[in-house]
């Protein structure tokens, strides 16, 4: 019999798996793919340059990540200077993207500025979460642009300038073109914009030179065989102090506790004995998946930098609405796009020599002909992936999150509930699933050092 089982080798599943053996607990990790990693996976392109089909960008705030990161040596790098294309309403303008921001640009004054809007956003948000009512009454001024309230919200130049490449970095997305409500529903399931700041080193945004695979493989090799690959759970019978877990093929382990790591709207996929509170699968219902398909189109050489562009776009029409240049050197042009939002999911029934087309058109459009043809393309359809079924992650409609945060991340008994989606900080992010998987692995070890006693 284990201490502890582990279902699912994401990153909250390393984690957790990580710290309980570290404490001389007696694990197994149970994985249905034949890999680890679940949402972060790096693929290999014809020339075997590695792209990352999933959870990429780190930023400032996220110091579990960072930690981990450098623990095991690898490297960061961040993106690069130069335009960013904006359309809005069939008109294209630029935008130049200074890198790095760092606070000290700013005045006391502009810094106080930015502080009290940072503040006003935050309260906001808490509003909206803590009354459904008055967000519901005032939803068409929830509506605005997130750029018409910074306007009226910061009175000096540096701090709107400044809330501007917050807003970019931590929400992927201009402010122009995002709601107020989006922006307040960002922060309440966890985005923390402060951290931002607080950060010295600015906004900057990180990505892991050779993919953030390369992190997960490793906390894998850590554990070495306490993880089986290819085994689904199918089946979990859970008592005080004693689970059962079944897999596909009929395996079953035996343990004293359990993690469960699956994304919430997988739990439906297990079978769970006593059946889990109603409320656990309502909640599941209520926080459909983000749909997502991540692209990468790759050109013999960053072309677009030679034009003073940063590669990055931010659209609000069209199939594919962001993209950044992600080339690690001047040998390779590689534009890492999302197909996002309800069209993904039609875009994931075309081919994919369609949707490599429709995103060489997008960027044409946004940065002009390119000199030549791509020379690869690669994506990823989360939503048609059986083991995630969407991302990046999960999406909160307004005021959930304070219901079914503290309902959802509950244990049951020894059954303990970790992964992005149960995060209280960073929600959504690899931040909040190592988070949270902290939390349920120091759960589980004041339990065991209590029962000692
Ligand atoms: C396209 C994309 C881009 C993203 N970009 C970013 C980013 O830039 N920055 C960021 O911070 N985050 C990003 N994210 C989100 C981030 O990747 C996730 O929040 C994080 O990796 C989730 O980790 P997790 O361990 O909670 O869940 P997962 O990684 O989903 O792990 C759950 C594991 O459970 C396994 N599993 C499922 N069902 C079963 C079963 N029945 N039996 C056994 N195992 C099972 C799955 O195979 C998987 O390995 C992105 C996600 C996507 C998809």
Known sequence: MYDTIIVGAGLAGLQAATTLSAAGKDIVVLEARDRVGGRVENIALKDGRIVEMGGQWVSPGHEKMHALIDAQGLQTVEPGDGDMVLRLGGKAKKIHVEQPAAQDDLSPFEFSDLGQALLRLRRLARKVTDNPTWAAANDRWLGQSLQQWQDVNLRTEGGRRYFARLVEKALGIHPEITTLENALQRVSTGVDLESYVVTSGGV????????????????????????????????????????????EGGDRFEGSSLVLTTPPRLLKTIDFEPDLPAERYDMADKIPAGNVI?????????????????????????????????????????????????????????????????????????????????????????????????????????????????????????????GAEYASTFNGYMEGAVRSADAATSAILDVAKSSEH
């Open 294 to 418: 991540k692209a990468f189109l790759v050109y013999d050489e960053p072309w677009w930098r030679d034009r003073g562009l940063s590669g990055q776009m931010s659209w609000n029409e069209g199939a594919m609405r962001i993209t950044f240049d992600t080339s690690d050197d001047e040998h390779h042009g590689i534009l890492l796009g999302f197909f996002e939002g309800g069209e993904a999911s039609g875009y994931g029934k075309l081919s994919v020599s369609l949707r490599q087309r429709i995103f060489e058109e997008a960027i044409e459009r946004a940065f002009g002909p390119a000199p030549r043809k791509p020379v690869d393309y690669v994506d990823r359809d989360w939503l048609a992936e059986k083991y995630t079924q969407g991302c990046h992650a999960a999406h909160f409609a307004p005021g959930l999150w304070t219901a079914a945060g503290p309902v959802i991340g509950q244990p049951l008994g020894s059954m303990y509930f970790a």
């Open 204 to 247: 900057r945004q990180a990505r892991v030179v050779g993919g953030l695979a390369q992190l997960t493989d490793e906390m894998a090799r850590g554990l070495g065989d306490r993880i089986r690959l290819s085994t689904p759970v199918t089946r979990v019978e859970h008592a005080e102090g004693h689970v059962i877990v079944t897999c």
